[in-house]
């Protein structure tokens, strides 16, 4: 069965430090979706693509966040510098088509971030 | 607003008993429900989803049970057992300025042997 995959698993760095997650979505997917998960919270949009295009960013804190996703396919989501508020669950997500009203979207295992 | 309210936040059960999750949304559009459990240290596995075509939807011990009228869609686990034990989050897509996935508060279940 195909599956997101994300990595690194578990990311421990220190406050103003850089951090980087990837994301690779089932293959043939075209949307492709980065959320946060705090604990005990459900997961919040922080950017979505289509194909390679941003389609929303408008939760992304642009300042420290950035995400790209180049050639369409993989995605890569940095901080920096990283903040004390940003530890949590990075979650990525992939969706089939167009991130139409009835698409379902398939998760990663995640990565737990954990800032000192 | 465009919240997808869930209830309970936390719900304890026995073994073998059934259990209820309900959420509620404003969207009227809305018409895709999914339900995911997530459990400690991994993402959100979908477990079941209907469609606003149907009413009702049965996968083996689970259930999603959706009213338009009353906007609401409600997930049902019969037969518990301690495997179940994990989050369980709703989802809608929801207008807010954009068509965003929101989702619920999330459900800590435990089934207790």
């Known amino acids: 069965e195909a599956e997101v995959a994300q990595s690194p698993r578990y990311k421990i760095t220190e406050k103003s430090q850089a951090v980087a997650f990837w994301c690779d979505p089932i293959?043939?997917?075209?949307?492709l979706y980065w959320y946060r998960q705090i604990l005990g919270q459900g997961p919040e949009l922080l950017v979505q693509?289509?194909?390679?295009?941003?389609?929303?960013d408008s939760q992304l804190p642009k300042d420290r966040f950035s995400a790209e996703r180049l050639k369409g396919v993989d995605s890569t989501l940095k901080i920096q510098p990283a903040e004390l508020g940003d530890s949590a669950m990075y979650l990525c997500?992939?969706?089939?088509?167009?991130?139409?009203?009835?698409?379902?979207?398939?998760f990663g295992p995640g990565t737990r971030l954990t800032v000192l | 607003g465009e919240n997808v309210e869930q209830h309970p936040s936390t719900l304890s059960v026995q073994e073998g008993d059934s259990a209820v999750i309900k959420c509620t949304y404003s969207?009227?559009?809305?018409?895709?429900f999914p339900w995911y459990k997530q459990e400690l240290g991994k993402g959100p596995q979908l477990i079941i989803d209907?469609?606003?075509?149907?009413g009702e939807k049965k996968d083996q011990r689970i259930a999603v049970t959706l009213n338009k009228t009353a906007k609401h869609f409600s997930l049902h686990i019969t037969e518990t057992q301690p495997e179940d034990s994990a989050v369980y989050f709703c989802?809608?897509?929801?207008?807010?300025?954009?068509?965003?996935?929101?989702f619920g508060t999330g459900t800590r279940l435990k089934v207790l042997a």
């Open positions: 997500a992939s969706s089939p088509s167009s991130g139409g009203l009835t698409d379902t979207q398939y």
């Open positions: 209907i469609r606003s075509n149907v």
């Open positions: 989802a809608a897509w929801v207008f807010s300025g954009t068509y965003k996935y929101i």
């Open positions: 293959s043939g997917h075209a949307t």
């Open positions: 969207d009227s559009a809305s018409n895709y």
């Open positions: 693509f289509q194909d390679e295009s941003v389609v929303d």
